[in-house]
């Protein structure tokens, strides 16, 4: 954007735009009379002018200087180099303070200035530094660790804690960081997932000049977009690039009005446009409109509908999309001319108007819909409660609304975070955009209450909760350069996706812009080669650690792993993120393949990767990925397992939200020496959407050394998976893909893929796809596709109970109607395993538990295992039992030593379909007290039934045994049995 930015003209007929905390009537801009978003102390800046260890213009006179200066002050460094301590260990910096590493000369990025600690203490943010950031340093060989917070929302970002800026590992003999139980809100790496912002000036868009934009949508092709506002006394469209270069300009004007002012465009599916705004016509009256048509009708008066909210001098209609506009109404009211202000929902079909009122406000704003999809829309603005602002607004909302129904739901209220602590600011959402599944993006403007300093434009992420609510959202300032901040205004007016629109005021005049918000991964902090942990949680709450290395190189290909853990949590920590939600455009089951931006890579160390103990509880992995190059895509490893929960209940490994695409920011657990993730003596975890032994592309096997998951001990409720996209890739491991032992219980293994790729090929896990041994009881497995497995799909053995399988594919591809055979049995059922069932009634995509094309058995009971049912099943067929899959050696076989197992039931939905096997299709072979019952048994290569031996107790009945190529029933070696046709 130029630093020369002329006046700015007003929208034609409006009034100068009010200031936001003062504002009554609706307008599209807010005023600008807000105080800067920084305090006002004086601030003292303290300058390094050599390595000394001591004496003026070190680094520990910087330190002593700004604990005994008041305020907040900034450490920067007027040299580089290798600043060596040399007893006593730097004081602790008790004060608020940026020690600002990326000052120094030369720096370009990478940091430039090492403290070699020396085996003194490293730097300790104590008591009274809360607020303090630390960037941009190498620190290295501290006798402890190399950075302690003790104070809380301390931001420790861009530095290499470690290791040398060369690469060289000079690691500190404690932890890389630690934080303790007295901190909280710290940030350990970056805040957000931007990556930069691109400015450009309206100046660009060609034929009419921009007076002030006030909407943005996507167009029809990939980087093209409608941006609506207005040109003096016209409306303006335009159409094409972001940049303004290369696009078609168009003036809008409602044929009977002498001014119009044109706010949110729309694109219908048949290419034609739907534009709203406001003109006047001679009066002081502010009528809305509505456009309907293409670009060349825009002229034909048959084609604009005037949109007046009853009662009102001023109808601002703001934003369209779905068959409905939102917009706001005001005055007079009694006898002033502005009322309390009234926002309003318009239904374009039948012109009826409906209020928007924030429950227990005073006043409300409309400023921006988005549908989606069904008759269900999303509304953003701003209210004000009674007792606030008595004159204006004072917060910004997101609410769902239903057409169908009129109904509401999630109103959700947000505040500016961004600003001084303690301070009051008004904010308000100026439009909505929700491009990807399940987020939206948000234009926001901010302004501190009460003062008479510039407001603060915000690009503002929302992401959906499982629960349908909206999360508390991200915010990036946007602030236009070659403009001080301080002292002048960007504000974001609209918004489409990662795309704004929005003016700058100066000093100089004001200005129009669009600008694009780009996201991706930013690393921060790389955290390798320490003696203790990379980061060591130690009961400290709310903290963030994301976009960092830990354990390896910068490249993120090397080893420099730190001797312990790379990430510790423990002593009751709570509530603490490691990675974040952002997913930078990922999509991996849509090919794809983007790395979840707000992740870390965890790779290299000598312990876990993640070690979640001492009782730490509401903590949450999202992004990372652990035991994998930077790629995603090969092996670095821990040593131990990738991830372990031990001692620890209430935590998540999250991959997406129910409102997303699968594994949009996934985490990678792949690679490492021992089990992906290792739950032991921990209840209610969460597992979704993540990939445990296979790489972030969805193609290559990088397999953990153990289990992919391995849930031992008393584990209880652990969650798995859940419905479509929440599922878990758990392939290509070296043990099993799960293994569920000793009194675990409560698992649910839901959506899982167990021995292929997400929706795709094999990607074997060694052993089997699923083995329970535990006696636990209720492990539930239900709507998975485990297939491709060199073991069997699935084992149940040892003394396991309570266990049940439903509505699973095993052995075939997740259509269920080609081969992907496990090459041991489907199932097997064996050991001293008893009082569980294949088969039952769960809500799912799938028909009921198919198991075909395995090497083996499709079901073996063997063992000594008693008292097990095999219901509702289809086994040798597709999913609709129409197409041959065949098990090797035969559909079902009952072992000598079995006991009691129940195959089918007189009832129609317990029967199974046992079709096309290339043995037999049922098999009993001295097995005791067995019930088959009411089953088809058909098409199979060899004999429908066979029994052999000692069947003493067991009953054959009401079956269907039909055309089978070896025969119907063949009992001649067996006995015991009573048989009924």
């Known amino acids: 954007m130029k630093p020369h930015l002329p006046a700015r003209r007003p929208s034609p007929g409006h009034q100068a735009a009010p200031s936001l905390a003062s504002r009554r009537r609706p307008r599209r801009h807010v005023g600008r009379a807000v105080e800067v978003l920084e305090d006002r102390r004086l601030l003292s800046t303290f300058t390094v002018t050599n390595r000394h260890n001591s004496g003026d213009g070190s680094l520990r006179w910087a330190i002593v200087s700004s604990n005994s200066s008041p305020g907040a002050d900034t450490i920067r460094f007027g040299v580089s180099g290798t600043i060596r301590v040399g007893g006593p260990s730097l004081p602790a910096i008790t004060g608020a303070v940026t020690i600002d590493g990326s000052s120094a000369p030369t720096f370009a990025g990478a940091p430039v200035v090492t403290v070699d600690f020396g085996g003194t203490r490293g730097l300790r943010f104590a008591s009274g530094s809360d607020g303090s950031t630390l960037t941009g340093l190498s620190l290295v060989r501290a006798g402890n660790a190399g950075v302690t917070l003790d104070a809380s929302r301390v931001t420790v970002q861009g530095n290499m804690i470690g290791i040398r800026p060369n690469g060289q590992v000079a690691g500190n003999r404690g932890d890389g960081v630690r934080i303790n139980a007295s901190s909280h809100g710290d940030l350990v790496g970056q805040a957000d997932p931007v990556a930069g912002i691109s400015y450009y000036s309206a100046d660009s868009v060609p034929t009419y000049p921009v007076s002030g934009w006030q909407g943005i949508r996507a167009g029809s092709l990939p980087g093209q977009y409608l941006m609506t506002g207005t040109s003096g006394s016209n409306g303006l469209l335009y159409v094409g690039p972001i940049s303004g270069v290369g696009g078609t300009s168009y003036a809008v004007n409602v044929p009977w009005g002498t001014s119009s002012s044109l ?241 700058v005021a100066a000093a100089s005049g004001a200005a129009s812009y669009q600008a694009e918000v780009h996201t991706g991964f930013r690393l921060s902090n790389v955290i390798s080669g320490n003696g203790g942990n990379g980061v060591g949680i130690y009961g400290g709450s709310d903290n963030v650690v994301a976009m960092n290395f830990i354990g390896t190189d910068a490249s993120g290909t090397v080893r420099r792993g730190n001797a312990k853990n790379g990430i510790l949590i423990t002593a009751g920590a709570s509530g603490n993120r490691i990675g974040g939600e952002a997913t930078g455009g990922n999509d991996p089951t849509g090919g794809v393949f983007v790395r979840p931006p707000m992740g870390n890579l965890i790779s290299g160390n000598g312990g876990n990767g993640v070690l979640i103990t001492g009782g730490a509880t509401r903590n949450q992995l999202s992004g990372n990925f652990v035991g994998t190059s930077a790629s995603g895509n090969w092996a670095l490893g821990n040593r131990l397992d990738g991830v372990a929960i031990d001692g620890a209940s209430g935590n998540s490994l999250l991959g997406c939200t129910f409102q997303q695409d699968p594994f949009v920011f996934y985490n990678v657990i792949s690679g490492n020496g021992g089990n992906g993730l290792r739950i032991t003596n921990s209840n209610d975890t969460t597992v979704q959407a993540n990939f445990l032994g296979v790489g972030a592309n969805n193609a290559t096997v990088v397999a953990n050394g153990g289990d992919g998951l391995l849930v031992s001990g008393t584990s209880a409720n652990t969650q798995v998976g859940g419905v479509i996209p929440l599922g878990n890739v758990i392939s290509g491991n070296n043990r099993n893909g799960i293994e569920v032992k000793d009194r675990a219980s409560g698992l649910v293994s839901f959506n899982t893929f167990a021995g292929l790729f997400a929706f795709s090929t094999a990607a074997p896990n060694r052993k089997d796809g699923i083995l329970i041994t535990s006696t636990g009881g209720n492990n539930l497995i239900r709507t998975c596709i485990v297939s491709g497995n060199l073991g069997n799909g699935i084992e149940i053995g040892g003394h396991a109970t309570g266990v049940q399988v439903t509505e699973t594919a095993v052995g075939t591809n997740t259509a269920i109607n080609t081969a992907l055979p496990n090459g041991g049995d489907g199932i097997l059922i064996t050991g001293s395993a008893h009082g569980n069932a294949i088969g039952g009634f769960q809500p799912s995509i799938e028909p009921q538990v198919t198991v075909s094309a395995n090497r083996r058995y499709g079901i073996e009971v063997a063992g000594r295992a008693r008292d097990n049912r095999i219901v509702h099943a289809k086994i040798g067929t597709s999913a609709l039992g129409t197409d041959p899959l065949g098990n090797g050696l035969g559909g079902i076989y009952l072992s000598a030593g079995t006991s009691s197992t129940q195959v089918g039931g007189a009832s129609i939905p317990l029967q199974n379909l046992v079709r096309y096997n290339l043995g037999n299709g049922l098999t009993m072979k001295s097995t005791r007290a067995a019930r088959v019952v009411g089953n088809t048994i058909d098409r199979n290569r060899a004999v429908g039934l066979r029994a052999t031996g000692n069947c003493a107790g067991s009953t054959v009945a009401s079956n269907t045994i039909v055309a089978n190529e070896g025969g119907d029933v063949d009992l001649s070696g067996s006995r015991g049995i009573d048989y009924s046709s």
């Open 263 to 503: 706010y949110g465009p729309n694109l219908l599916s048949d290419g034609s446009l739907q534009l709203v705004g406001t003109y006047r016509a001679g009066s002081d009256v502010v009528n809305g409109f509505l456009f309907q048509g293409t670009t060349s009708e825009l002229s034909q008066s048959a084609n604009y509908t005037t949109i007046d909210y009853p009662g009102a001098q001023y109808t601002y209609v703001h934003s369209t999309m779905g068959g409905l506009a939102v917009g706001n109404a005001d005055g007079p009211e009694g006898d002033a001319p502005l009322g309390t202000g009234h926002a309003f929902v318009y239904d374009i079909a039948t012109a009826a108007i409906t209020d928007i009122v924030y429950p227990g406000s005073t006043t409300t704003t409309a400023y921006g819909i988005w549908s989606n999809g069904q008759s269900k829309f999303t509304i953003v603005g701003g209210f004000s409660a009674p007792g606030e602002t008595p004159d204006g607004l004072s917060h910004a909302f997101m609410v769902d609304y239903d057409a169908s129904t009129g109904a509401y739901s999630h109103w959700t209220p947000f505040d500016y975070p961004n600003g001084v602590v303690g301070k009051d600011y008004v904010t308000h959402f100026q439009g909505i955009s929700g491009e990807e599944k399940g987020v939206y993006t948000l234009a926001a403007d901010s302004a501190q209450r009460g003062t008479a300093d510039p407001a603060q434009g915000s690009w503002v992420s929302v992401r959906r909760n499982t629960d349908g609510s909206f999360g508390s959202g991200v915010w990036v300032d946007l602030n236009a350069p070659g403009v001080d901040p301080s002292k002048s205004i960007t504000s974001v007016d609209s918004v489409a996706g990662n795309a704004v629109v929005g003016f």
